[in-house]
Protein backbone atom coordinates (compact mmCIF):
# COMPACT_ATOMS: atom_id res chain seq x y z
CA UNK A 1 0.00 0.00 0.00
CA UNK A 2 1.33 3.69 -0.99
CA UNK A 3 0.57 6.36 1.13
CA UNK A 4 0.01 9.69 -0.67
CA UNK A 5 2.05 12.19 0.58
CA UNK A 6 1.83 16.61 -0.45
CA UNK A 7 4.71 18.01 -2.14
CA UNK A 8 5.10 20.25 1.26
CA UNK A 9 5.18 16.63 3.08
CA UNK A 10 8.05 15.39 1.48
CA UNK A 11 10.06 18.38 1.66
CA UNK A 12 9.80 18.71 5.71
CA UNK A 13 10.18 14.70 5.65
CA UNK A 14 13.91 15.29 3.59
CA UNK A 15 15.06 18.18 5.36
CA UNK A 16 14.47 16.32 8.42
CA UNK A 17 16.47 13.58 7.19
CA UNK A 18 18.97 15.93 5.82
CA UNK A 19 19.47 17.40 8.83
CA UNK A 20 19.78 14.30 10.92
CA UNK A 21 22.51 13.37 8.64
CA UNK A 22 24.19 16.56 9.11
CA UNK A 23 24.00 16.04 12.70
CA UNK A 24 25.40 11.92 12.71
CA UNK A 25 27.61 12.95 10.40
CA UNK A 26 28.90 16.63 11.24
CA UNK A 27 28.83 17.76 14.63
CA UNK A 28 30.09 15.85 17.48
CA UNK A 29 31.02 18.54 19.82
CA UNK A 30 30.41 22.06 20.28
CA UNK A 31 33.80 22.96 19.08
CA UNK A 32 33.57 21.31 16.08
CA UNK A 33 29.85 23.50 15.66
CA UNK A 34 31.37 26.96 15.89
CA UNK A 35 33.25 26.39 12.55
CA UNK A 36 31.44 24.23 10.72
CA UNK A 37 31.74 23.41 7.60
CA UNK A 38 34.67 22.35 6.57
CA UNK A 39 34.31 20.57 3.65
CA UNK A 40 31.43 19.64 1.33
CA UNK A 41 28.04 18.29 2.87
CA UNK A 42 26.70 15.18 1.76
CA UNK A 43 22.88 14.79 1.33
CA UNK A 44 21.80 10.64 0.91
CA UNK A 45 18.81 10.39 -0.48
CA UNK A 46 16.85 7.20 -0.63
CA UNK A 47 14.97 6.95 -4.29
CA UNK A 48 15.87 7.33 -7.66
CA UNK A 49 17.52 10.60 -9.21
CA UNK A 50 14.80 12.26 -10.88
CA UNK A 51 11.98 11.63 -8.34
CA UNK A 52 10.17 13.82 -6.63
CA UNK A 53 12.11 13.26 -3.27
CA UNK A 54 15.22 13.75 -5.54
CA UNK A 55 14.23 17.15 -7.09
CA UNK A 56 13.19 18.63 -3.93
CA UNK A 57 16.92 17.39 -2.12
CA UNK A 58 18.65 18.95 -4.98
CA UNK A 59 16.80 22.13 -4.61
CA UNK A 60 17.75 22.46 -1.05
CA UNK A 61 20.95 21.60 -1.89
CA UNK A 62 21.47 24.87 -3.96
CA UNK A 63 20.59 27.04 -1.25
CA UNK A 64 22.32 24.98 1.13
CA UNK A 65 25.74 25.05 -0.29
CA UNK A 66 25.19 28.79 -1.42
CA UNK A 67 24.30 29.80 2.18
CA UNK A 68 26.93 28.00 4.08
CA UNK A 69 29.57 28.32 1.46
CA UNK A 70 30.42 24.43 1.08
CA UNK A 71 29.34 22.27 -1.94
CA UNK A 72 26.26 20.02 -1.11
CA UNK A 73 26.68 16.51 -2.80
CA UNK A 74 23.89 14.07 -3.72
CA UNK A 75 24.02 10.38 -3.39
CA UNK A 76 21.18 8.59 -4.32
CA UNK A 77 20.84 5.39 -2.86
CA UNK A 78 17.47 3.86 -3.46
CA UNK A 79 16.27 0.38 -3.04
CA UNK A 80 14.38 -1.05 0.32
CA UNK A 81 12.33 1.21 0.55
CA UNK A 82 14.78 3.59 1.54
CA UNK A 83 16.28 1.28 4.01
CA UNK A 84 19.25 1.08 2.24
CA UNK A 85 19.94 4.63 2.43
CA UNK A 86 18.70 5.16 6.21
CA UNK A 87 21.02 2.29 7.18
CA UNK A 88 23.54 4.41 5.37
CA UNK A 89 23.17 7.25 7.47
CA UNK A 90 22.26 6.00 11.45
CA UNK A 91 24.32 2.65 11.12
CA UNK A 92 27.93 2.80 11.59
CA UNK A 93 30.03 4.34 8.67
CA UNK A 94 32.66 0.65 8.23
CA UNK A 95 29.76 -1.97 9.25
CA UNK A 96 28.39 -4.42 6.96
CA UNK A 97 24.90 -5.06 4.79
CA UNK A 98 23.14 -8.30 3.90
CA UNK A 99 20.08 -8.98 1.45
CA UNK A 100 17.17 -11.68 2.30
CA UNK A 101 14.27 -12.38 0.30
CA UNK A 102 12.50 -11.33 3.43
CA UNK A 103 12.68 -11.77 7.33
CA UNK A 104 12.77 -15.49 8.34
CA UNK A 105 13.77 -16.73 4.64
CA UNK A 106 16.16 -19.55 3.56
CA UNK A 107 18.59 -16.47 2.31
CA UNK A 108 18.11 -15.08 5.96
CA UNK A 109 18.58 -17.92 7.92
CA UNK A 110 21.64 -18.88 5.89
CA UNK A 111 22.90 -15.26 6.29
CA UNK A 112 22.66 -15.11 10.04
CA UNK A 113 24.48 -18.45 10.40
CA UNK A 114 27.38 -17.04 8.65
CA UNK A 115 27.40 -13.80 10.55
CA UNK A 116 26.95 -15.25 13.80
CA UNK A 117 29.56 -18.13 13.04
CA UNK A 118 32.47 -15.57 12.00
CA UNK A 119 31.43 -12.83 14.64
CA UNK A 120 30.66 -9.98 12.57
CA UNK A 121 28.03 -7.31 12.77
CA UNK A 122 25.97 -6.51 9.67
CA UNK A 123 23.10 -4.87 8.79
CA UNK A 124 20.36 -7.09 7.73
CA UNK A 125 18.30 -5.69 4.12
CA UNK A 126 15.39 -7.82 3.82
CA UNK A 127 13.62 -7.55 0.46
CA UNK A 128 10.63 -9.10 -1.12
CA UNK A 129 12.16 -12.00 -3.25
CA UNK A 130 15.39 -13.24 -4.67
CA UNK A 131 15.09 -11.15 -7.63
CA UNK A 132 15.16 -7.93 -5.77
CA UNK A 133 17.91 -9.03 -3.61
CA UNK A 134 20.15 -10.10 -6.65
CA UNK A 135 19.44 -6.12 -8.31
CA UNK A 136 20.77 -4.63 -5.23
CA UNK A 137 23.63 -6.73 -4.91
CA UNK A 138 24.71 -6.48 -8.65
CA UNK A 139 24.49 -2.57 -8.15
CA UNK A 140 26.93 -2.78 -5.26
CA UNK A 141 24.39 -0.93 -2.69
CA UNK A 142 24.39 -4.32 -0.83
CA UNK A 143 27.64 -6.11 0.42
CA UNK A 144 26.97 -9.64 0.05
CA UNK A 145 23.53 -11.97 0.28
CA UNK A 146 23.51 -15.89 0.14
CA UNK A 147 21.44 -16.36 -2.78
CA UNK A 148 19.96 -19.63 -3.70
CA UNK A 149 22.32 -21.28 -6.60
CA UNK A 150 19.76 -21.71 -9.08
CA UNK A 151 18.84 -17.98 -9.07
CA UNK A 152 22.76 -17.02 -9.27
CA UNK A 153 24.81 -19.48 -11.41
CA UNK A 154 23.22 -17.13 -14.65
CA UNK A 155 24.27 -14.06 -13.10
CA UNK A 156 28.10 -15.55 -11.98
CA UNK A 157 28.61 -17.39 -15.42
CA UNK A 158 27.83 -13.72 -16.99
CA UNK A 159 29.89 -11.71 -14.77
CA UNK A 160 27.34 -9.63 -12.76
CA UNK A 161 28.22 -11.30 -10.07
CA UNK A 162 31.44 -12.43 -8.10
CA UNK A 163 31.04 -15.52 -6.39
CA UNK A 164 33.21 -15.76 -2.78
CA UNK A 165 32.39 -18.93 -1.04
CA UNK A 166 28.97 -21.24 -0.80
CA UNK A 167 27.11 -22.20 2.36
CA UNK A 168 26.69 -26.00 1.67
CA UNK A 169 28.73 -28.41 3.53
CA UNK A 170 30.62 -29.48 0.28
CA UNK A 171 31.29 -27.59 -2.64
CA UNK A 172 28.84 -26.66 -5.35
CA UNK A 173 29.55 -29.51 -8.81
CA UNK A 174 28.94 -26.37 -10.48
CA UNK A 175 31.32 -24.08 -8.51
CA UNK A 176 33.88 -26.61 -8.02
CA UNK A 177 36.72 -24.42 -7.75
CA UNK A 178 34.90 -21.65 -5.04
CA UNK A 179 35.87 -22.82 -1.05
CA UNK A 180 32.69 -23.45 1.25
CA UNK A 181 32.45 -21.18 4.10
CA UNK A 182 33.99 -23.52 6.54
CA UNK A 183 36.92 -24.15 4.34
CA UNK A 184 37.42 -20.19 4.13
CA UNK A 185 37.94 -20.13 7.56
CA UNK A 186 34.29 -19.98 9.41
CA UNK A 187 33.55 -23.13 10.91
CA UNK A 188 29.69 -23.55 11.95
CA UNK A 189 28.51 -21.68 8.77
CA UNK A 190 27.50 -23.98 6.75
CA UNK A 191 23.80 -24.17 5.82
CA UNK A 192 22.00 -25.93 3.08
CA UNK A 193 18.90 -24.47 0.96
CA UNK A 194 16.60 -27.61 0.36
CA UNK A 195 12.89 -27.72 -1.22
CA UNK A 196 10.49 -30.59 0.09
CA UNK A 197 6.86 -31.89 -0.56
CA UNK A 198 4.44 -30.99 2.61
CA UNK A 199 0.81 -33.09 2.67
CA UNK A 200 -2.40 -32.05 5.07
CA UNK A 201 -1.61 -33.66 8.36
CA UNK A 202 -4.39 -35.94 7.64
CA UNK A 203 -3.58 -37.34 4.75
CA UNK A 204 -3.92 -41.32 5.25
CA UNK A 205 -0.28 -43.18 5.07
CA UNK A 206 -1.02 -45.29 1.87
CA UNK A 207 -1.11 -41.71 -0.13
CA UNK A 208 1.61 -40.62 1.57
CA UNK A 209 3.71 -43.36 1.04
CA UNK A 210 2.44 -43.62 -2.39
CA UNK A 211 3.09 -40.19 -3.29
CA UNK A 212 6.31 -40.66 -1.79
CA UNK A 213 7.56 -43.33 -4.00
CA UNK A 214 6.91 -41.85 -6.96
CA UNK A 215 8.44 -38.97 -6.06
CA UNK A 216 11.70 -40.36 -5.25
CA UNK A 217 11.41 -42.27 -8.90
CA UNK A 218 11.53 -38.75 -10.17
CA UNK A 219 14.54 -37.66 -8.47
CA UNK A 220 16.59 -40.76 -9.19
CA UNK A 221 16.11 -40.79 -12.76
CA UNK A 222 18.93 -39.28 -14.76
CA UNK A 223 16.76 -37.54 -16.69
CA UNK A 224 15.15 -35.51 -13.58
CA UNK A 225 19.02 -35.64 -12.21
CA UNK A 226 20.48 -33.44 -15.59
CA UNK A 227 17.59 -31.20 -15.43
CA UNK A 228 18.50 -30.30 -11.81
CA UNK A 229 21.97 -30.37 -12.34
CA UNK A 230 21.64 -27.86 -15.45
CA UNK A 231 20.31 -25.25 -12.44
CA UNK A 232 23.02 -25.76 -10.22
CA UNK A 233 20.31 -28.25 -7.99
CA UNK A 234 20.93 -31.28 -6.44
CA UNK A 235 18.37 -34.20 -5.79
CA UNK A 236 17.76 -35.28 -1.60
CA UNK A 237 15.41 -38.20 -1.79
CA UNK A 238 14.06 -39.19 1.25
CA UNK A 239 11.37 -41.43 3.08
CA UNK A 240 8.22 -40.37 5.10
CA UNK A 241 9.59 -40.71 8.31
CA UNK A 242 13.45 -39.27 7.54
CA UNK A 243 11.84 -35.96 6.71
CA UNK A 244 9.63 -35.98 9.28
CA UNK A 245 13.17 -36.32 11.25
CA UNK A 246 14.84 -33.50 9.06
CA UNK A 247 12.32 -31.35 9.30
CA UNK A 248 12.36 -31.85 13.28
CA UNK A 249 16.15 -31.26 13.34
CA UNK A 250 16.85 -28.29 10.88
CA UNK A 251 13.54 -26.37 13.49
CA UNK A 252 15.04 -26.95 15.85
CA UNK A 253 18.42 -25.58 14.72
CA UNK A 254 17.03 -22.87 13.65
CA UNK A 255 15.52 -21.83 16.41
CA UNK A 256 18.60 -21.80 18.21
CA UNK A 257 19.82 -20.01 15.23
CA UNK A 258 16.96 -17.35 15.80
CA UNK A 259 17.60 -16.90 19.52
CA UNK A 260 21.57 -16.32 19.32
CA UNK A 261 21.14 -13.88 16.85
CA UNK A 262 18.07 -12.26 17.92
CA UNK A 263 16.07 -12.24 15.03
CA UNK A 264 12.44 -11.03 15.23
CA UNK A 265 9.58 -11.28 12.99
CA UNK A 266 8.87 -8.35 11.14
Not at 171 to 197: C, H, I, K, Q
Amino acid sequence: MTTPFHKKTWAKQLLSLALTTLALSGLSTNAQAQDWPKQSIKFVVPFTAGSGTDIVARAVAEKLGTALGQPVVIENKPGAGGTIAANQVKAKPDGFNYASAGTGSATHINAEKFRVAAGINATHIPFKGTPEALTETISGRIDWFFAPIVSALPLIKDGKLQVLAVGTPKRSDDLPNTPTTVEAGVPGSEYTFWVGMLAPSKTPKPVLDKLNAEVVKILNSSEFKTKLDNIGAAPMPMTSSAFNGFIKSETEGIAKLVQAAGIKAN
